[in-house]
């Protein structure tokens, strides 16, 4: 059984990536600094490490053993300055490769963003070879900075690679659709372009999908973008959400 170390297991993405592992024949220890994170990973099935990101002895302890580390934790937060997000996003990601090489992990497999792209206007039809020369937000930026530092780290016997989704939705996302909800109730709910502006979306299982496959094939330090393979305007994308939501909510309610 291969044993695997995960980042930010009880998260949006981490909560649907355990499950799918443990389905694949994974064993896994999941951080968790808080006593609220520990039971949402050991109710999933992980093991759960004690700990934060900054955090070396949990981390070293963490990884022993394990043949590839999953980092997913971030703070997906567009307004907090670059200040803010580098000693989580950068720093922290810059000590678990070290602690990972150190205790000779074979993969890590890094949860980046598409957002690394961004250059405050309209990008269309940009592959892996884009470059943004405005990158303007924190988050983006600090991205970014962390996956560039994984994929230098890259060799044959230390293989890593980035995956890139745009917006992450699905059961359980505590953000998109609550916000959503929340500007409607104060009346700032707007649509750009009457609804008419396009999202390119992933869905959190496909997310996880990619994820995995990224851990099975032999990597050569690149990032990739990956997408639900459709581009939606967004209030149809509101419509699928919202739909699905209801499904949930009356699958539940009779069952």
Not at 1 to 10: A, L, P
Request: net charge positive.
């Amino acid at each position: 059984m291969k044993k695997v170390f995960i980042t930010g297991g009880s998260g949006f993405v981490g909560q649907n990536l355990i499950p799918m592992l443990i389905a694949n024949g994974y064993q896994i220890n999941a951080l968790a600094r808080s006593a609220k994170a520990v039971h949402i990973v050991e109710k999933l099935g992980a093991t759960a490490i004690k700990g934060d990101l900054n955090d070396k002895h949990a981390l070293e302890f963490g990884v022993k053993d394990c043949s590839t580390v999953f980092h997913l934790a971030a703070s997906v937060d567009f307004f907090a300055s670059e200040k803010q997000l580098r000693k989580l996003h950068v720093e922290a990601t810059e000590l678990l490769l070290k602690v990972a090489e150190n205790a000779n992990v074979k993969r890590f497999v890094y949860l980046s963003a598409a957002s690394v792209i961004m250059t405050g206007k309209p990008v269309i039809n940009a592959d892996e070879t884009f470059v943004s020369d405005n990158i303007i937000d924190g988050y983006s930026k600090t991205k970014l900075q962390a996956e560039n530092l994984v994929l230098e780290v890259n060799t044959k016997s230390f293989q890593t690679i980035a995956i890139r989704p745009p917006l992450i939705w699905g059961k359980g996302d505590p953000n998109t659709l609550a916000g959503i909800i929340e500007a409607t109730k104060k009346g700032q709910m707007q649509f750009i372009d009457k609804g008419k502006h396009r999202f390119v979306t992933c869905h959190v299982l496909n997310v996880c999908h990619a994820l995995i496959l990224a851990e099975q094939t032999v990597q050569n330090g690149k990032a990739y973008f990956i997408t639900d393979g459709e581009t939606l305007y967004s209030k149809n994308l509101l419509k699928i959400m919202l739909v699905r939501r209801v499904s949930s909510f009356l699958k539940d309610l009779f069952h």
